[in-house]
């Protein structure tokens, strides 16, 4: 392990934590510096709202601070089960299960429905907590080209008598765009697997009330039976939850470890998530906000001719190929007082880093132009395109 990390850091990819002092809204202290954010995924700017801040208050004062147990055990409060009502509610499901962190609701999610002999076929950029799922599951992972519905239809094909389950990412965390879900739906349904989607950058910000990427593409509970999505994106708060058929949560409920064998989110927590839920429902100006706030940048980086990938979601990335040159981008923005992470390998391939920017509807104009302007001052490649 010591040989992999030394490996690491001689090439430049040593990962560091970094110590934030203060947050406010887009605003973050960081050192003595006051720095504008471009990579939180705070998406509708609900993190500090005072609703939820009361929310939590609230029954911190009335319950305390933590659950004391797992959900089985007494750690399910009131406020837990008025939020899975709610997700289920948003999302079209007869009911939601809540889990500690999306990483756990993948994990737990597929060691409950996956075995030795099953197959998984999954989008070759899926988050890393669907891959990991799928291998301590023990089932056979096969990877398909991104986006690729017609790859995933050859994979699905290479074991016809197993049970197959298809997972993918709703949107995909470092590039920002859109699974193929409808084409992905119909494959599903001719060859008998399970579609499984995780949503953690959907919800909230797509879809009809902010359901999410599956809600607007058109798909419910039949087509998409196993959905999963965080509460610390779009919702400000922290946790995640699956919802489907009332017969797969009382499946999790039994067998999946991560939640059987986790102490419960505090009920403070649960709380201000339920007041996100309903904000993010209600407030369809943050929406409208956030997607102006993408068309602004968007139009402004094709005018400075920036290399970005194509997404028309929150995530912006920007394209710059060498690992030290996203590094170099990184802090020389950070130099003008705005943060911006450097993505590199192996989060992303080789010879894929990026500027990782996100935008969220905390951003006002002035923000978005602030950061068109320091990526137009970056030095140009090759006497090209800037940075």
């Given at each position: 392990m010591?040989?992999h990390?030394s490996?690491?850091?001689a090439?430049?990819?040593?990962r560091r934590?970094?110590?934030?002092?203060?947050?406010e809204?887009p605003?973050l202290e960081?050192?003595?510096?006051?720095?504008?954010a471009?990579c939180?995924?705070?998406?509708?700017?609900?993190?500090?709202?005072?609703?939820?801040?009361?929310?939590?208050?609230?029954?911190?004062?009335d319950?305390?601070?933590?659950?004391?147990?797992?959900h089985?055990?007494?750690?399910?409060?009131?406020e837990?089960?008025?939020?899975e009502?709610?997700?289920?509610e948003?999302?079209?499901r007869e009911?939601?299960?809540?889990?500690?962190?999306?990483?756990?609701?993948n994990?737990?999610?597929?060691?409950?429905l996956?075995?030795r002999?099953d197959?998984?076929v999954?989008?070759?950029?899926?988050?890393?907590?669907?891959?990991?799922?799928?291998t301590?599951?023990g089932?056979?992972?096969?990877?398909?080209p991104h986006?690729?519905?017609?790859?995933?239809?050859?994979?699905l094909?290479?074991?016809?008598?197993?049970?197959?389950?298809?997972a993918?990412d709703g949107?995909f965390?470092?590039?920002?765009?859109r699974?193929p879900?409808?084409?992905l739906?119909?494959?599903?349904?001719h060859?008998g697997?399970t579609?499984?989607?995780?949503?953690?950058?959907?919800?909230?910000?797509?879809?009809?009330?902010g359901?999410g990427?599956?809600?607007?593409?058109?798909?419910?509970?039949?087509?998409v039976?196993?959905?999963?999505?965080?509460?610390?994106?779009a919702?400000?708060t922290?946790?995640?939850?699956?919802?489907?058929?009332?017969t797969l949560?009382e499946?999790?409920?039994?067998?999946?470890?991560?939640?059987?064998?986790?102490?419960?989110?505090?009920?403070a927590?649960a709380?201000a998530a339920?007041a996100?839920?309903?904000?993010?429902?209600t407030?369809?100006?943050?929406?409208?906000?956030?997607?102006?706030?993408?068309?602004?940048?968007?139009?402004?980086?094709?005018?400075?001719?920036?290399?970005?990938?194509p997404?028309?979601?929150p995530i912006?990335?920007?394209?710059?190929?060498?690992?030290?040159a996203?590094?170099?981008?990184a802090?020389?923005l950070?130099?003008r007082?705005?943060l911006?992470t450097a993505i590199?390998?192996?989060?992303v391939?080789?010879?894929?880093?990026?500027?990782?920017?996100?935008?969220?509807?905390?951003h006002?104009?002035e923000?978005?132009?602030?950061?068109?302007d320091?990526?137009?001052?970056?030095p140009r490649?090759?006497?090209?395109?800037?940075?």
């Amino acid at each position: 392990m010591a040989t992999h990390t030394s490996e690491r850091a001689a090439a430049g990819l040593l990962r560091r934590t970094r110590t934030i002092d203060h947050a406010e809204g887009p605003w973050l202290e960081v050192d003595g510096r006051r720095l504008l954010a471009f990579c939180s995924n705070d998406y509708l700017g609900l993190a500090g709202h005072p609703q939820l801040i009361a929310a939590f208050k609230r029954v911190a004062d009335d319950e305390g601070v933590g659950s004391t147990a797992a959900h089985l055990v007494c750690g399910h409060r009131r406020e837990h089960a008025m939020l899975e009502e709610a997700l289920a509610e948003w999302t079209g499901r007869e009911r939601a299960l809540l889990f500690s962190t999306g990483y756990m609701a993948n994990l737990g999610a597929m060691q409950a429905l996956l075995g030795r002999g099953d197959l998984c076929v999954q989008d070759r950029l899926n988050h890393a907590c669907l891959l990991d799922g799928a291998t301590l599951a023990g089932a056979t992972l096969k990877r398909y080209p991104h986006g690729d519905a017609a790859a995933a239809a050859r994979q699905l094909a290479v074991e016809p008598g197993a049970a197959a389950l298809l997972a993918t990412d709703g949107v995909f965390s470092m590039d920002g765009d859109r699974a193929p879900l409808r084409e992905l739906a119909t494959l599903c349904r001719h060859e008998g697997a399970t579609l499984m989607v995780d949503d953690a950058h959907g919800l909230g910000v797509l879809g009809p009330d902010g359901a999410g990427s599956v809600a607007e593409a058109g798909l419910g509970m039949r087509e998409v039976p196993v959905l999963m999505a965080t509460l610390g994106k779009a919702l400000g708060t922290h946790g995640a939850f699956v919802a489907g058929p009332a017969t797969l949560i009382e499946d999790l409920t039994q067998f999946a470890r991560t939640f059987v064998y986790s102490t419960a989110m505090p009920p403070a927590l649960a709380a201000a998530a339920l007041a996100a839920v309903r904000l993010a429902r209600t407030d369809g100006w943050r929406r409208e906000k956030l997607a102006a706030s993408i068309a602004r940048f968007r139009q402004g980086a094709a005018r400075l001719d920036l290399p970005l990938a194509p997404s028309d979601t929150p995530i912006q990335p920007l394209l710059l190929g060498d690992a030290a040159a996203a590094l170099a981008a990184a802090t020389a923005l950070e130099e003008r007082g705005l943060l911006v992470t450097a993505i590199r390998p192996p989060t992303v391939p080789v010879g894929q880093a990026r500027l990782r920017v996100t935008l969220s509807a905390a951003h006002e104009e002035e923000h978005v132009d602030r950061l068109l302007d320091a990526l137009a001052a970056l030095p140009r490649a090759h006497g090209q395109a800037p940075v």
